[in-house]
T-cell receptor
Framework: DAKTTQPNSMESNEEEPVHLPCNHS???????IHWYRQLPSQGPEYVIH???SNVNNRMASLAIAEDRKSSTLILHRATLRDAAVYYCILRDVRGAQKLVFGQGTRLTINP | DTGVSQDPRHKITKRGQNVTFRCDPI?????LYWYRQTLGQGPEFLTYFQNEAQLEKSRLLSDRFSAERPKGSFSTLEIQRTEQGDSAMYLC?????????????FGPGTRLLVL
């Protein structure tokens, strides 16, 4: 599985946008970019995924660079409930279905 | 709530004892995964089932670990002769394979402490 690189931690203020970066320079053409997050004392939960085009859902937006070597998860208006560890994961559609987690980015939201 | 459930939520045991964890997936989900998570790390894959068939096992799953999903519904993960290094959060996830990619839904986990 291709490797991703994320900052260990980030901090933001409530009701402000948050941009969480992820580098994946060795991404292959069949790798989808997935984001999961893990709230304190809970299991991870799916946030969003994409292949080439930017994606939006009710939780977040995913901006994918044109060369696909990096992506950014965007929380448009952070709340205290968004404080979590965010994981950027590459999944090859041809290969195993397991998720390969890195250490993720711990996001702190200040009131 | 019809999410993934795990039992027990916490388990404290002494080294050398056997422990068994249960996972009840979301109804109709045909895939079930087990992961392990130690403090400060992301979850690590252990094994997964499609229906009752165990299709992949990680090398992390030593011979002291065994997982079953007898009727393609709930699953159990047993650890025999527990060691202090087995202390971790054990997470279960389920998914419905219906297309190229499936979303995994995680349970709250079972936190194991081996004394």
């Amino acid at each position: 599985d291709a490797k991703t690189t994320q900052p260990n931690s980030m901090e933001s203020n409530e009701e402000e946008p948050v941009h969480l970066p992820c580098n994946h320079s060795t991404i292959s053409g069949t790798d989808y970019i997935h984001w999961y997050r893990q709230l304190p004392s809970q299991g991870p939960e799916y946030v969003i995924h994409g292949l080439t085009s930017n994606v939006n859902n009710r939780m977040a937006s995913l901006a994918i660079a044109e060369d696909r070597k990096s992506s950014t998860l965007i929380l448009h208006r952070a709340t205290l409930r968004d404080a979590a560890v965010y994981y950027c994961i590459l999944r090859d559609v041809r290969g195993a279905q397991k998720l390969v987690f890195g250490q993720g980015t711990r996001l702190t939201i200040n009131p | 709530d019809t999410g993934v459930s795990q039992d027990p939520r916490h388990k404290i045991t002494k080294r050398g004892q056997n422990v068994t964890f249960r996972c009840d997936p979301i109804s109709e989900h045909n895939r079930l995964y087990w992961y392990r998570q130690t403090l400060g790390q992301g979850p690590e894959f252990l094994t997964y089932f499609q229906n009752e068939a165990q299709l992949e096992k990680s090398r992390l799953l030593s011979d002291r670990f065994s997982a079953e999903r007898p009727k393609g519904s709930f699953s159990t993960l047993e650890i025999q002769r527990t060691e202090q290094g087995d202390s971790a959060m054990y997470l279960c996830a389920s998914s419905l394979l219906a297309g190229i990619l499936e979303t995994q839904y995680f349970g709250p986990g079972t936190r194991l402490l081996v004394l």
